[in-house]
């Protein structure tokens, strides 16, 4: 168990649809990151929020977003979903800022669009 | 929880022996490479890292290399066992540019690791 816990698991919706990821880190951890882990694109970095802060955009949509919480907690917005949403999605944790650090994965968010 | 199923390089060896997984990274400017070990229904997990002013990190049991001239690195286990059955990822980054476009973490598409007993 690494400590950051993601909710819900298993999440089915429609097209179109709207819906909300939840992230909670280690204890103690101030960064918060998130991934895609898709069949054809592997794993691929979305956004990392630092107390607060967005700290680094990698390659997520503009129809998604996230935000990181004063209680360090963070939420992965994905809105007008696309079947090509489907995937895993999973939340890491640091202590710091730095990219270099440890992250700690989450047990992840499966996410089926239909 | 579930696994993600892509359709994996596998590599498959005998309870004890050595693992090789290798990677081919694709930015010359990476300085920090990192391999993650994924079990099914899990997320990824860290195993070992190595900065680029290195060409060789060992642990416990796994050993990694760097060659930077090809832009290759691999991951050794020794005297491998059932709970090394996984999808290894390799991971890159430029740590002077992270933040920007070119400084996110990127994950190769890993290699499933089968061992059987």
């Known amino acids: 168990d690494s400590g950051v816990t993601q909710t819900p698991k298993h999440l089915i919706t429609a097209t179109g649809q709207r819906v909300t990821l939840r992230c909670s880190p280690r204890?103690?951890?101030?960064?918060v990151y998130w991934y895609q882990q898709s069949l054809d694109q592997g794993l691929q970095f979305l956004i990392q929020y630092y107390n607060g802060e967005e700290r680094a955009k990698g390659n997520i949509l503009e129809r998604f977003s996230a935000q990181q919480f004063p209680d360090l907690h963070s939420e992965l917005n994905l809105s007008s979903l696309e079947l090509g949403d489907s995937a895993l999605y999973f939340c890491?944790?640091?202590?710091?800022?730095?990219?270099?650090?440890?992250?700690?994965f989450g047990p992840g968010t499966r996410l089926t669009v239909t | 929880g579930e696994s993600v199923g892509l359709h994996l390089p596998t590599l498959s060896v005998q309870e004890g022996d050595n693992s090789i997984i290798n990677c081919a990274y694709s930015?010359?400017?990476?300085?920090?490479f990192i391999w993650y070990k994924q079990e099914s229904g899990k997320g990824p997990q860290f195993i070992i890292d190595i900065r680029s002013n290195m060409d060789k990190r060992q642990g416990q049991r796994v050993t990694v290399l760097l060659n930077k001239t090809v832009k290759h690195l691999s991951l050794q286990i020794a005297a491998t066992q059932p709970g090394d059955s996984a999808v290894y990822f390799c991971a890159e980054i430029s740590l002077r540019n992270y933040g920007g476009s070119q400084g996110n973490l990127i994950f190769g598409k890993g290699t499933k690791l089968s061992v059987k007993p």
């Open positions: 890491a944790s640091s202590v710091g800022r730095l990219a270099g650090e440890e992250q700690y």
């Open positions: 204890s103690g951890d101030l960064s």
């Open positions: 930015n010359s400017a990476s300085d920090y």
